[in-house]
């Protein structure tokens, strides 16, 4: 249906950028989520993706066809580049029956006006258009009933929208988006005021609405859950950076820094502050101030060459900024952008005062459902708390001062005070360079044999 493209775009309210000079590919028929915290562009993105909002420079395409062009002057407005709209807000006509509601965009379709074809299509030429005129009675039917079995509202064509739930408002919204036969929808946390059990259903609904209309899904939320049960490829924005553009399980096992890390899991990661150096094929590394780990890394990557791969690169990136500090119109950004500040659970704030960090100095990143326990496992701990949901249990383990999450799955009855063992699985084990926050490789660790000490 559609294949969207943008190069270099960004969107800024003097030295304050939305969006800072985005570079993203979205392919046909692809379901992509823009994901992020609060304020971090992700709207914006998908609002000058859409027209309805200019960025201030770049360019943007759709089928290669260029719908914003700072350099060539070019800003085509909404209504002409075929795309449909759901927001949080569904703004049904409270006063229309649900036909009326799905068949108002068609009435009004004339000068981009589109052909039905006995299935209930709208048909376009190569081009997109299609002769001027409006369509008739039975096309507006045919157009409506095709896109209200689609979501499953047939039976529903008679009644207003204060006479349905606000999942079937939904789908009402979402069969009115779709009637006009739009290249890509785009979607801005459609599910935030359902509940939770609706959310779950909606979301099973969309990724088969996906499938059925062959239409590009440009969805945008802050909840994780979301972007990792619906999405094809998840872009992970920050502070107006995008921090990551992959495949869900990617963005989850293999992140690009701690900020994605963080965000992206519940419960989320574990991190665990390391010292320690390369020793052969191994890092020897000390965690919880006194417990002895062993970090294999996957693929037998040395750390030093991996800092020098990474000092080049990051020269680059400032030789670039440099290179476009000196261009005319440059503004300086305002909202600079920081290593992000990861958290380390503890039961109470030991007082520590940060020193200063070196490349000796790591973080790793333990999902919880890497952690096992059992009776011969290497580190003792206590059970600090103990969350049972049938399926699983959520444990916090209690490790001198530190406390770490596990998932445990199986109906495990943990007390609290309980004293376990504990070891780390998989190779799926995370290493950060505390410096800098980006991820170094992805390995094993294994715990040296020690007993639980409290502060």
């Given at each position: 249906?559609?294949?969207?493209?943008?190069?270099?775009?960004?969107?800024?309210?003097?030295?304050?950028?939305?969006v800072?000079?985005?570079?993203?590919?979205?392919?046909?028929?692809a379901?992509?989520?823009?994901?992020?915290?609060?304020?971090?562009?992700?709207t914006?993105?998908?609002?000058?993706?859409?027209?309805?909002?200019?960025?201030?420079?770049?360019?943007?395409?759709?089928?290669?066809?260029?719908?914003?062009?700072?350099?060539?002057?070019?800003?085509?407005?909404?209504?002409?580049?075929?795309?449909?709209?759901?927001?949080?807000?569904?703004?049904?006509?409270?006063?229309m029956?649900?036909?009326?509601?799905?068949?108002?965009?068609?009435?009004?379709?004339?000068?981009?006006?589109?052909?039905?074809?006995?299935?209930?299509?709208?048909?376009?030429?190569?081009?997109?258009?299609?002769?001027?005129?409006?369509?008739?009675?039975?096309?507006?039917?045919?157009?409506?009933?095709?896109?209200?079995?689609?979501?499953?509202?047939?039976?529903?064509?008679?009644?207003?929208?204060?006479?349905?739930?606000?999942?079937?408002?939904?789908?009402?919204?979402?069969?009115?988006?779709?009637?006009?036969?739009?290249?890509?929808?785009?979607?801005?946390?459609?599910?935030?005021?359902?509940?939770?059990?609706?959310r779950?259903?909606?979301?099973?609904?969309?990724?088969?609405?996906?499938?059925?209309?062959?239409?590009?899904?440009v969805?945008?939320?802050?909840?994780?859950?979301?972007?990792?049960t619906?999405?094809?490829?998840?872009?992970?924005?920050?502070?107006g950076?995008?921090?990551?553009?992959?495949e869900?399980?990617?963005?989850?096992?293999?992140?690009?820094?701690?900020?994605?890390?963080?965000?992206?899991?519940?419960?989320?990661?574990?991190?665990?502050?390391?010292?320690?150096?390369?020793?052969?094929?191994?890092?020897?590394?000390?965690?919880?101030?006194?417990?002895k780990?062993?970090?294999?890394?996957?693929?037998?990557?040395?750390?030093?060459?991996?800092?020098?791969?990474?000092?080049?690169?990051?020269?680059?990136?400032?030789?670039?900024?440099?290179?476009k500090?000196?261009?005319?119109?440059?503004?300086?950004?305002?909202?600079k952008d920081?290593?992000?500040?990861y958290?380390?659970?503890?039961?109470?704030?030991?007082?520590?005062k940060?020193?200063?960090?070196?490349?000796?100095?790591?973080?790793?990143?333990?999902?919880?459902?890497?952690?096992?326990?059992?009776?011969?496992?290497?580190?003792?701990?206590?059970?600090?708390?103990?969350?049972?949901?049938?399926?699983?249990?959520?444990?916090?383990?209690?490790?001198?001062?530190?406390?770490?999450?596990?998932?445990?799955?199986?109906?495990?009855?943990?007390?609290?005070?309980?004293?376990?063992?504990?070891?780390?699985?998989?190779?799926?084990?995370?290493?950060?360079?505390?410096e800098?926050?980006?991820?170094?490789?992805?390995?094993?660790?294994?715990?040296?044999?020690?007993?639980?000490?409290?502060?």
């Amino acid at each position: 249906m559609a294949r969207i493209e943008l190069k270099n775009v960004s969107k800024r309210w003097g030295g304050y950028y939305a969006v800072e000079h985005l570079d993203l590919t979205i392919e046909d028929n692809a379901f992509v989520t823009l994901l992020g915290p609060s304020g971090c562009g992700k709207t914006t993105t998908l609002r000058m993706i859409a027209g309805l909002e200019t960025p201030t420079e770049g360019r943007i395409t759709i089928d290669d066809v260029p719908m914003f062009d700072s350099d060539l002057g070019i800003n085509v407005p909404p209504n002409k580049r075929r795309v449909g709209f759901l927001f949080q807000n569904y703004a049904l006509w409270p006063n229309m029956t649900v036909f009326q509601n799905i068949a108002f965009g068609l009435s009004n379709i004339n000068e981009s006006g589109a052909r039905v074809n006995e299935n209930g299509e709208v048909e376009r030429d190569e081009t997109g258009k299609s002769p001027a005129r409006k369509l008739s009675k039975e096309e507006i039917k045919r157009a409506v009933d095709r896109v209200s079995a689609i979501v499953k509202i047939g039976q529903f064509m008679d009644r207003y929208p204060s006479e349905l739930s606000g999942g079937q408002q939904q789908r009402v919204a979402i069969a009115r988006t779709l009637a006009p036969g739009p290249r890509v929808l785009f979607m801005d946390e459609p599910l935030s005021n359902l509940d939770a059990k609706l959310r779950l259903e909606m979301r099973s609904e969309l990724q088969r609405l996906h499938l059925s209309t062959g239409s590009t899904f440009v969805y945008v939320t802050h909840d994780q859950m979301e972007a990792m049960t619906l999405a094809t490829r998840i872009c992970l924005i920050d502070n107006g950076v995008l921090q990551q553009y992959d495949e869900p399980l990617t963005v989850y096992n293999t992140p690009n820094n701690l900020f994605v890390a963080d965000f992206v899991g519940n419960p989320a990661v574990n991190f665990i502050e390391a010292t320690g150096s390369q020793n052969g094929d191994t890092l020897d590394l000390t965690i919880f101030k006194n417990i002895k780990a062993a970090f294999k890394p996957n693929g037998g990557l040395k750390i030093a060459d991996w800092y020098a791969k990474d000092d080049q690169q990051q020269a680059d990136i400032q030789a670039e900024k440099a290179r476009k500090a000196k261009e005319p119109g440059y503004v300086e950004k305002t909202n600079k952008d920081t290593v992000f500040k990861y958290n380390i659970a503890q039961v109470e704030d030991d007082g520590e005062k940060a020193s200063a960090i070196s490349r000796s100095d790591f973080v790793l990143g333990v999902r919880p459902e890497f952690i096992r326990i059992g009776d011969n496992e290497a580190v003792e701990g206590e059970v600090f708390s103990a969350m049972p949901t049938g399926m699983e249990t959520t444990v916090r383990i209690r490790v001198d001062n530190f406390l770490l999450t596990a998932v445990v799955f199986g109906g495990v009855v943990y007390k609290i005070g309980q004293k376990v063992r504990l070891s780390f699985s998989g190779d799926n084990i995370m290493l950060f360079s505390r410096e800098n926050g980006r991820l170094i490789v992805n390995g094993s660790a294994e715990l040296k044999s020690s007993k639980l000490v409290k502060s």
